[in-house]
């Protein structure tokens, strides 16, 4: 081999290692950044499938009525405002009251359930939800009586606390003031911040798509193209199967519920539906909920009522998702329920809840590099049989 071809080849060894290494550090740099910062991109995440969704009803609502895309998007929000204000209006009082007696009476039914296991010889401390300190009081041994009360020391008693009690009292008040304060300023702030995305998306979807792929490339920017329009496409259809489903297991259960005669029926149905939005663990959450709630009215509504979980599952199971789901997602359940199980242990409840969108994103984007590798393939043996 000549020198300068030996020069050459260990340029491009060495160009190689570079590259890998490289592209070694980088991927755990942007595995380290998804970790540490999983809750802040799953929020993005949720905004942008928001945004889709929006884009999806938008599109629909063109298709019937047409004109632009601002008027649609706007008609669309102030549709589905005026849906969300009617049913806060009509039954805010009675969603209230069906949240408190569900709360109440899944909170009895636990404590009924945690009886009847220890009757039987089961261990239910994982059932054991803050009352330990109440149970150690109990059993605690009886300590001798205390000395009768002096004079004095009932004077001491009556007296006004301490400066140091009272502070440290008040520290405990404004402590958990706090955290609630923080806490729904979270949550709400979590909200708006979710709706300002979705609204920001859907109202400028092309200039976002144009976005992405200016960030791409010249030489695979016809391939990345061809991907976040499929991405884009199926998660339209796969949201509008989704929120056709979750109304439909809603409605089921809120009506079926109440003819068996269950309280809370219409709260119950309104979680049924919103947790049919996970699928597999979604459902059977639901259940587990519709059947504790049940039992406060009986065995028989009890029994009723995993009867009607059943009849629902399966039909969102074997005919709504076969049937409205059928081009927009094609994934095996143990590979979907493998897969929530992984974000869900890694991530929490947001890797639990995005799991099946995520896992659609990587379907389309593994679909597309197996149809090249499939046409370079036929190239080849087309080539070859030439």
């Known amino acids: 081999m000549a020198p300068e071809n030996k020069v050459e080849n260990r340029g491009d ?5 570079a590259v890998g290494g490289i592209s070694t550090v980088a991927f755990a740099i942007f595995v380290l950044f998804a970790w540490y910062f999983s809750a802040t ?21 063109g298709r019937l009525v047409g004109g632009p895309h601002a008027l649609r998007l706007v008609a669309v929000c102030l549709l589905l405002a005026t849906l969300l204000s009617g049913v806060v209006f009509l039954g805010g ?40 300190t109440l149970d150690a009081e109990t059993d605690a041994p009886t300590k001798p009586a205390a000395p009768a009360p002096t004079t004095d020391s009932l004077a001491k008693t009556n007296n006004l606390p301490s400066a140091s009690a ?17 806490g729904a300023v979270g949550a709400l702030g979590n909200f708006f911040i979710v709706l300002f995305l979705g609204l920001t998306f859907a109202a400028q979807p ?46 089921v259960t809120w009506i079926g519920l109440m003819l068996i005669g269950v309280p809370s029926a219409f ?19 639901a259940g587990l909920i519709v059947v ?34 059928r081009q927009a997602l094609d994934i095996p359940a143990a590979t979907l329920f493998a897969f929530q199980i992984m974000l869900g242990v890694v991530f929490g409840v947001w890797g639990l809840a995005l799991a099946l ?30």
Do not use: C
């Open 206 to 251: 092309s200039v976002y798509r144009k976005g992405v792929l200016h960030l791409t490339p010249k030489k695979y920017r016809a391939d990345m193209t061809e991907i976040v329009d499929r991405i884009s496409d199926t998660l339209e259809r796969w949201l509008i199967a989704q929120m056709i489903t979750m109304v439909a297991v809603g409605s």
């Open 166 to 182: 009272f502070a440290s009292s008040g520290g405990a008040i404004v402590s958990q003031t706090l955290k609630i304060i923080l």
């Open 41 to 61: 991109l799953f929020l993005i995440f949720a905004g942008v499938l928001l945004g889709v969704g929006l884009n999806a009803l938008t599109e629909l609502f």
């Open 267 to 285: 709260i119950l149905g309104v979680q049924a539906g919103l947790l049919a939005f996970i699928p597999t663990v979604g459902a059977l959450l």
């Open 93 to 132: 009082a009675t969603i209230a009251e069906q949240t408190k007696v569900l709360s109440t009476t899944l909170k009895s039914q636990v404590g009924n359930v945690k009886s009847f296991l220890e009757r039987h010889g089961v261990d239910t401390s994982y059932l054991d939800f803050g009352t330990a």
């Open 357 to 386: 969108p995520v896992l659609a994103i990587v379907k389309v984007v593994i679909d597309f590099l197996r149809g090249d590798e499939d046409e370079a393939e036929d190239a080849s043996t087309v080539a070859k049989a030439a």
């Open 292 to 325: 504790l709630a049940s039992l406060a009215s009986g065995w028989v509504a009890a029994a009723s009522a995993f009867v009607l979980f059943l009849g629902v599952h399966a039909m969102e199971s074997y005919v709504l998702t076969p049937v409205l789901q």
């Open 13 to 17: 060894l060495a160009w190689s290692i």
